[in-house]
Nanobody
Framework: QVQLVESGGGSVQAGGSLRLSCAAS????????MGWFRQAPGKEREGVAA????????HYADSVKGRFTISQDNAKNTVYLQMDSLNREDTAMYYC??????????????????WGQGTQVTVSV
């Protein structure tokens, strides 16, 4: 069982930045896919960014390319999502997800079987 704990959400003005953290524990695999998803009220949960920890492959949704950066700290078993140039459309609950294998569609929610509890990000104009 993989446990995921997110932190770092909050409120920020448009144009500002936030960094989300996802601390993982319980995995015995040397490489896992970890992803960040978000869900706004009334909308489907969408993939934002993902990273394959063994090879550091990264993937981004078109809507966040150039603004968000996913990274990892192996010593802390933590994945980060640096979010810059935030706008109102980025307001959502952000979830960390993990799966203990390589997946072909890392930005699709069905690829993951472990989820964190979520952290709220609110961007005001």
């Amino acid at each position: 069982q993989v446990q995921l704990v997110e932190s770092g959400g909050g409120s920020v003005q448009a144009g500002g930045s936030l960094r989300l953290s996802c601390a993982a524990s319980g995995s015995t695999h040397p490489s896992i896919y970890m992803g960040w998803f978000r869900q706004a009220p009334g909308k489907e949960r969408e993939g934002v960014a993902a990273i394959y920890t063994g090879a550091r492959f990264t993937h981004y949704a078109d809507s966040v390319k150039g603004r968000f950066t996913i990274s990892q700290d192996n010593a802390k078993n933590t994945v980060y999502l640096q979010m810059d140039s935030l706008n109102r459309e980025d307001t959502a609950m952000y979830y960390c997800a993990a799966v203990e294998r390589f997946v072909l569609r890392p930005l699709v929610r069905e690829s993951y079987n472990y989820w964190g509890q979520g952290t709220q990000v609110t961007v005001s104009v």
